[in-house]
């Protein structure tokens, strides 16, 4: 039979738009966000990063809004390009069980598909 | 700086098998992470060390799957035996204290 994998959320733009791509969080206590980005054959490659005392970050190109309210994050690329066709993951921090030096526990959204047309 | 190393980048093996991944994270880092990606359930956290001790191994899918850190770079992860469900990208990601973690480039593993 079929196999059924994840659905992934998929986004084509022009190249040369804007792109949003969106992420919904599930622990209210996270205090640390993350965008990936993961190219076909790669491991995923650090964008941007957000804590929860922002609301707003913008890097090269890129900006990254979060709202606590409604447990919402966002990444915002610029003039999109076609090197930015990849994939696209959004990540909440939990911290792990030791009290000091402890390590971050990331637990990784689903995914995005961004096809960037020429 | 290389980045985090992984070994080998691609592994074939038959069912039943010992498969071993290796990984050498960034020289300073004092975590470091095993992941596990599938079509089926997406990025997950297998284990992590801590100054190369084992801290949450909560997300290690059965006895068949082992992890150690004997050093403060190098790590392994081992499947004995294993079966075609294990076929899966097997990331190893370190990380410094502060903010991101940096992942390697993965070993892309195959249970015929």
């Known amino acids: 039979g079929e196999s059924v994998g994840l659905h992934l959320p998929t986004l084509s733009v022009q190249e040369g738009d804007n792109s949003i791509i969106n992420c919904a969080y599930s622990?209210?206590?996270?205090?640390?966000f993350i965008w990936y980005k993961q190219e076909s054959g790669k491991g995923p490659q650090f964008i941007i990063d957000i804590r929860s005392n922002m609301d707003k970050r913008q890097g090269q190109r890129v900006t990254v809004l979060l709202n606590k309210t409604v447990k919402h994050l966002s990444l915002q690329i610029a003039a999109t390009q076609p090197g930015d066709s990849a994939v696209y993951f959004c990540?909440?921090?939990?911290?792990?069980?030791?009290?000091?030096?402890?390590?971050?526990?990331?637990?990784f959204g689903s995914g995005t598909q961004l096809t960037v047309l020429p | 700086d290389a980045g985090v190393i992984q070994s080998p980048r691609h592994e074939v093996t038959e069912m039943g098998q010992e498969v071993t991944l290796r990984c050498k994270p960034i020289?300073?880092?004092?975590?470091l992470f095993w992941y596990r990606q599938t079509m089926m359930r997406g990025l997950e956290l297998l284990i992590y060390?801590?100054?190369?001790?084992?801290?949450?191994d909560s997300g290690m899918p059965e006895d068949r799957f082992s992890a150690k850190m004997p050093n403060a770079s190098f790590s392994t992860l081992k499947i004995q035996p294993s079966e075609p469900r294990d076929s899966a990208v097997y990331f190893c990601a370190s990380w410094e204290g502060t903010n991101e973690q940096f992942f390697g480039p993965g070993t892309r593993l195959t249970v015929l």
């Open positions: 060390f801590n100054n190369n001790v084992p801290i949450d």
């Open positions: 622990n209210s206590a996270s205090d640390y």
């Open positions: 020289s300073g880092h004092n975590s």
């Open positions: 990540a909440e921090n939990k911290a792990g069980p030791h009290s000091s030096g402890s390590a971050r526990q990331l637990t």
